[in-house]
């Protein structure tokens, strides 16, 4: 393919180097191929972000939406991008993060990040143990 995206690696390589747009742009991206429906041939489920793009065919399944962890990255990424976008400290910012609300980058991911905390990652999480399981 003339490209492949990782959303985990760029969100983490985005975040390690401080590069606000390289972040936006995953985020965008990421955004627009979101997961709308269940396909086990895939691992799409709603809210879920993809893995990778384009996908890569393994014994019978697609690796697209074949990892838990790249919908909580993009929640993180989106984090790190309002934060720059407000020149708060990611790391300190506990006590200002009430002003993500008036961030522009939040209000236009604001959908998507709904769906990825309500329609995919808090389904999956265990109300006794708290811990997440995903089963393909």
Known sequence: PP?????????????????TDMLLSQIK?????????????????????????????????WTDYNACDATALYVIGIYHAVCAELNIDPDNSFSEIWKAS??????????????????????HIDPVSGLFFEDP
């Open 29 to 61: 991206f990421a955004s627009l191929k979101q997961g709308v429906v269940r396909n086990s041939n895939t691992g799409e489920e709603p809210g879920k972000i993809f893995h990778e793009y384009p996908g890569f065919p393994i014994t019978g399944k």
């Open 3 to 19: 490209f492949w995206n990782l959303v985990r690696d760029s969100v983490i390589a985005s975040i390690l180097l401080n590069d």
């Open 102 to 123: 008036s961030s522009k980058t939040f209000q236009k991911y604001k959908v998507h990040l709904e769906r990825a905390v309500f329609d995919y990652i808090v389904p």
